[in-house]
């Protein structure tokens, strides 16, 4: 997939753990986890939202269309 996920460089930036963020946006750890490893199909906005409220980023931030 050409998609790059970058979720776990823009938790580090900021300091907070995978575990703090799931909570603050009312999501699993499980499916946090599988959105930050790129195993995710797809993306609900409202969670793209919540998580760009969260870390204080825009999506281009998380999200990096590399071409393969």
């Known amino acids: 997939m050409s998609i790059i ?3 776990d460089l823009i938790l580090e930036k900021r300091g907070m753990k995978s575990n703090e963020l799931a909570d ?3 999501i699993t750890p499980a499916n946090l986890s599988i959105l930050k490893t ?3 199909r797809a993306i ?3 969670t793209l939202d919540a998580i760009c409220k969260a870390l204080d980023c825009q999506p281009g931030d998380i999200l990096e269309f590399i071409e393969e």
Request: net charge positive; aromatic share 8%; hydrophobic share 40%.
């Open 24 to 26: 603050s946006i009312g």
């Open 38 to 40: 790129g195993k995710a």
């Open 44 to 46: 609900r906005f409202s």
């Open 5 to 7: 996920i970058n979720l």
